[in-house]
């Protein structure tokens, strides 16, 4: 659901950036109307509460289970990459070479992985990277 201020983070595995890309893109039929994106339905979440402009997507051409070098050059990289350090420590079980990052979004884990024949996707959590008086 929307939150302000509040990111929630995919990690996972992508044969390519293209797919990656491909996977969390929204589409439009004929008439304009946005189309959930494959992300989406996946995970279910709702086009109402989603916004495409406050996604991130990396795509990295070697899996690591650093989380440093997985956050590399996102947003707010210094507010949230202590946060999960210190949750997960410097690096994670698992391989993983895709991230996907939501913000102003707090995912309420209705799904926690999807796996299909050529990628898993799996939700890690929701970190606050600003402050924000509701």
């Known amino acids: 659901m929307e939150k302000p201020g509040v990111l929630s983070l995919w990690l996972g ?17 004929k008439l304009g109307d946005r189309i959930s994106s494959k992300f989406m339905q996946d ?21 690591t289970k650093s989380l440093k070098v997985l956050l ?20 994670i079980e698992g391989n993983f070479n895709s991230v996907i990052r939501l913000y102003d979004f707090e995912y309420n884990e209705v799904v926690d992985e999807v796996k299909s024949a050529n990628k898993n996707i799996v939700f890690m959590g929701a970190v606050t990277y600003e402050e924000w008086d509701e």
């Open 43 to 63: 995970f279910k979440i709702d086009l109402v509460d989603y916004n495409q402009d406050l996604l991130e997507r990396t795509f990295i051409n070697h899996s």
């Open 13 to 29: 595995n992508s044969p390519t950036e293209d797919e990656l890309k491909q996977y969390v893109e929204l589409k439009f039929n």
């Open 72 to 91: 590399k050059g996102s947003s707010y990289e210094d507010k949230i990459l202590p946060q999960l350090i210190e949750h997960y420590g410097e690096t």
